[in-house]
């Protein structure tokens, strides 16, 4: 692996412009553990901010407005802790109170993609966050609202627009669920064990363990399945002539696939932060202007006794950002600086401080390499104590709630400014 914080991701032409998400089960993790872990690769210039939204109740017959249309609301929504573009309601990965986290991935398939608003992929994640108790629960609310309502509108708030379906993996302390698209159809695969990956390409085949119900006679009446063989749906309902960002893609799936074969049986928070930082296999990303603009890594113990602690950095380049634990407490101290301003108007400058503050001292590092390895050398200390201490707290079996747990992400995110700023 490279060294995590020692340079800039490589640019890897052709630009891939999406994401990876990872996730590992007992046997393929360390511990008796589920580990999850996503990168946001987003236009270069959109930033990605870190909320938390406390647990709601609503009246009966309330809607909520998602980035684009509104929908009727749930009478009450789960805790939830989202890395999101600024600029929209939904989000690219998160968390929620019960320990369920999903991540999206973009997808062209031989379903055009839809002119009309509908809910994005990002409005998905959610609300699959904010509605489903188990990973299970959260596949039944995206799947029913996408046949409700459809998906589509623009993806990205300024030019070139850029709209898809989407792929997700959702995953609880027991289980984890790939869920494919192709507009308002949908299949899905439960994974139990071991290891898996997904990237910017269909990869259900032949084993389905949910299905829209007219999947198959919608695949028959187009003539992508013949009706009689085995039904595979990556196979039906692949892109015949996909984008290039899609073939792009590929090397970065067969990268991630690689590195967690080479991890199988070992994989933790800190190897998958690895994973995120590789940069010969494109999952660090910077180039044709996108690049990773956010990541996060999640450790979920199969002991329910037990907190799901939630790493994000709120900041680009994972190979220079800090991974900071969230953990929901009785009581969360919110942490504004990783808040955006917020306004309809797409010239609103919405970098919030730890991402400006980010900015400038990368650009400082620049001017001075000597302060600027310091700094580096200082900011892998902070992260490791973090996970030192995580990894403690887990094997002494603190109890869910107890001592400090709602302030650790304030606490950290407050250091890391500190010591840009000093």
């Given at each position: 692996?490279?060294?995590?914080?020692?340079?800039?991701?490589?640019?890897?032409?052709?630009?891939?412009?999406?994401?990876?998400?990872?996730?590992?089960?007992?046997?393929?993790?360390?511990?008796?553990?589920?580990?999850?872990?996503?990168?946001?690769?987003?236009?270069?210039?959109?930033?990605?901010?870190?909320?938390?939204?406390?647990?709601?109740?609503?009246?009966?017959?309330?809607?909520?407005?998602?980035?684009?249309?509104?929908?009727?609301?749930?009478?009450?929504?789960?805790?939830?802790?989202?890395?999101?573009?600024?600029?929209?309601?939904?989000?690219?990965?998160?968390?929620?109170?019960?320990?369920?986290?999903?991540?999206?991935?973009?997808?062209?398939?031989?379903?055009?993609?839809?002119?009309?608003?509908?809910?994005?992929?990002?409005?998905?994640?959610?609300?699959?966050?904010?509605?489903?108790?188990?990973?299970?629960?959260?596949l039944h609310v995206i799947t029913e609202l996408l046949e409700q309502h459809g998906q589509g509108g623009a993806c990205t708030q300024g030019?070139?627009?850029?709209?898809?379906?989407?792929?997700?993996?959702?995953?609880?302390?027991?289980?984890?669920?790939?869920l494919e698209t192709a507009g308002r159809l949908w299949a899905a695969q439960r994974v139990t064990a071991g290891v898996k990956n997904i990237?910017?390409?269909?990869?259900?085949?032949?084993?389905?363990?949910?299905?829209?119900?007219?999947?198959?006679?919608?695949?028959?009446?187009?003539?992508?399945?013949?009706?009689?063989?085995?039904?595979?749906?990556?196979?039906?309902?692949?892109?015949?002539?996909?984008?290039?960002?899609?073939?792009?893609?590929?090397?970065?799936?067969?990268?991630?696939?690689?590195?967690?074969?080479?991890?199988?049986?070992?994989?933790?928070?800190?190897?998958?932060?690895?994973?995120?930082?590789?940069?010969?296999?494109?999952?660090?990303?910077?180039?044709?202007?996108?690049?990773?603009?956010?990541?996060?890594?999640?450790?979920?113990?199969?002991?329910?006794?037990?907190?799901?602690?939630?790493?994000?950095?709120?900041?680009?380049?994972?190979?220079?950002?800090?991974?900071?634990?969230?953990?929901?407490?009785?009581?969360?101290?919110?942490?504004?600086?990783?808040?955006?301003?917020?306004?309809?108007?797409?010239?609103?400058?919405?970098?919030?401080?730890?991402?400006?503050?980010?900015?400038?001292?990368?650009?400082?590092?620049?001017?001075?390499?000597?302060?600027?390895?310091?700094?580096?050398?200082?900011?892998?200390?902070?992260?490791?104590?973090?996970?030192?201490?995580?990894?403690?707290?887990?094997?002494?079996?603190?109890?869910?709630?107890?001592?400090?747990?709602?302030?650790?992400?304030?606490?950290?995110?407050?250091?890391?400014?500190?010591?840009?700023?000093?």
């Amino acid at each position: 692996m490279d060294d995590p914080l020692s340079a800039p991701c490589d640019p890897a032409p052709p630009a891939p412009r999406s994401c990876d998400c990872f996730v590992a089960l007992p046997p393929g993790s360390l511990a008796d553990q589920v580990v999850f872990g996503k990168n946001s690769d987003r236009p270069r210039d959109e930033v990605q901010e870190v909320v938390y939204f406390p647990a709601a109740t609503y009246p009966p017959g309330s809607e909520v407005k998602c980035t684009y249309i509104e929908i009727p609301q749930a009478e009450r929504t789960l805790a939830v802790v989202l890395s999101r573009p600024a600029w929209l309601w939904g989000a690219e990965m998160g968390a929620n109170e019960r320990g369920v986290c999903i991540g999206n991935e973009a997808v062209w398939t031989r379903i055009p993609v839809s002119e009309e608003d509908a809910l994005l992929g990002m409005d998905l994640v959610r609300l699959g966050l904010e509605r489903g108790s188990t990973a299970a629960e959260a596949l039944h609310v995206i799947t029913e609202l996408l046949e409700q309502h459809g998906q589509g509108g623009a993806c990205t708030q300024g030019p070139p627009h850029l709209s898809y379906h989407n792929t997700f993996l959702l995953a609880d302390r027991t289980e984890a669920w790939v869920l494919e698209t192709a507009g308002r159809l949908w299949a899905a695969q439960r994974v139990t064990a071991g290891v898996k990956n997904i990237s910017n390409q269909l990869c259900i085949g032949t084993q389905l363990d949910a299905e829209h119900v007219g999947l198959r006679e919608e695949a028959q009446a187009r003539g992508w399945w013949d009706g009689e063989g085995e039904f595979s749906f990556n196979v039906a309902f692949s892109h015949e002539n996909p984008p290039a960002r899609m073939e792009a893609a590929k090397k970065r799936y067969r990268g991630g696939t690689e590195l967690l074969r080479q991890h199988d049986g070992s994989v933790s928070a800190e190897v998958l932060m690895q994973i995120l930082r590789d940069r010969p296999s494109g999952i660090c990303m910077d180039s044709g202007g996108f690049r990773t603009q956010a990541s996060m890594v999640s450790i979920l113990p199969r002991d329910p006794s037990l907190p799901c602690v939630h790493f994000l950095t709120a900041t680009p380049d994972p190979s220079r950002s800090v991974f900071k634990p969230f953990v929901f407490a009785e009581a969360v101290t919110p942490a504004p600086h990783t808040v955006s301003p917020q306004g309809g108007a797409e010239h609103v400058d919405r970098q919030h401080e730890l991402y400006r503050a980010h900015q400038d001292a990368l650009s400082a590092m620049e001017r001075d390499p000597v302060w600027g390895s310091r700094l580096q050398e200082t900011l892998r200390e902070l992260e490791q104590q973090c996970l030192s201490d995580i990894t403690a707290l887990l094997q002494e079996g603190v109890a869910r709630g107890g001592g400090e747990l709602g302030d650790l992400f304030f606490d950290c995110v407050d250091t890391e400014m500190k010591f840009y700023l000093q």
